[in-house]
T-cell receptor, first 112, second 112 residues
Framework: DQQVKQNSPSLSVQEGRISILNCDYTNSMFDYFLWYKKYPAEGPTFLISISSIKDKNEDGRFTVFLNKSAKHLSLHIVPSQPGDSAVYFCAASGEYGNKLVFGAGTILRVKS | KAGVTQTPRYLIKTRGQQVTLSCSPISGHRSVSWYQQTPGQGLQFLFEYFSETQRNKGNFPGRFSGRQFSNSRSEMNVSTLELGDSALYLC???????????FGEGSWLTVV
């Protein structure tokens, strides 16, 4: 039972353009969402988070949008840079305590 | 500020043996959680400890156990290792519930 889904296994974007990574969830109890970036053989690096009381959160080049009615969130990276090439994971939490449910990840490739 | 530190980074064990992995959280963080990453199952939650008490547990067999010490450092143990336990084991720490969760670099376990 995949509660968090990242339906695009990979995404290729030109340097300087916008990267949009999508994530869908099924559990309506999820109310805290995080995005992580990961390189092979390394731990995930936190990028940005959003609480369900908001519908948008920005941090530099990264913006996360949350649509609660559609149970959908997206991460926008503007402008995309070659160093952004990595695997991006969406994660959700809803219970008391820090139990994260992760999506399968999306491989982002930014071409120069 | 030091990040989440995990030791050892790499280890090879024989089927049937047991292994103990260690994690030092970011200073001041009282929540420590563990995750397993495999190619087939992705990132899966193992358990979370807060102030030396297990607060959440994932769907793993009892061979997987953990503990947290009074200084918030944590260990996880896997007994009677199976080939399928080969994975990247990640530790994460956080101040508390609904705070950013930071990951360590992980411990690569290979069971032969």
């Amino acid at each position: 039972d995949q509660q968090v889904k990242q339906n695009s296994p990979s995404l290729s974007v030109q340097e300087g353009r916008i990267s949009i990574l999508n994530c869908d969830y099924t559990n309506s109890m999820f109310d805290y969402f995080l995005w992580y970036k990961k390189y092979p053989a390394e731990g995930p690096t936190f990028l940005i988070s959003i609480s369900s009381i908001k519908d948008k959160n920005e941090d530099g080049r990264f913006t996360v949008f949350l649509n609660k009615s559609a149970k959908h969130l997206s991460l926008h990276i503007v402008p995309s840079q070659p160093g952004d090439s990595a695997v991006y994971f969406c994660a959700a939490s809803g219970e008391y305590g820090n139990k994260l449910v992760f999506g399968a990840g999306t491989i982002l490739r930014v071409k120069s | 500020k030091a990040g989440v530190t995990q030791t050892p980074r790499y280890l090879i064990k024989t089927r049937g043996q047991q292994v103990t992995l260690s994690c030092s959280p970011i200073s001041g963080h009282r929540s420590v959680s563990w995750y397993q990453q495999t190619p087939g199952q992705g990132l899966q939650f193992l358990f979370e400890y807060f102030s030396e008490t297990q607060r959440n547990k994932g769907n793993f067999p009892g061979r997987f156990s953990g503990r947290q010490f009074s200084n918030s450092r944590s260990e996880m143990n896997v007994s009677t290792l199976e080939l399928g336990d080969s994975a990247l084991y990640l530790c994460a720490s956080s101040l508390d519930f609904r705070n950013t969760i930071y990951f360590g670099e992980g411990s690569w376990l290979t069971v032969v």
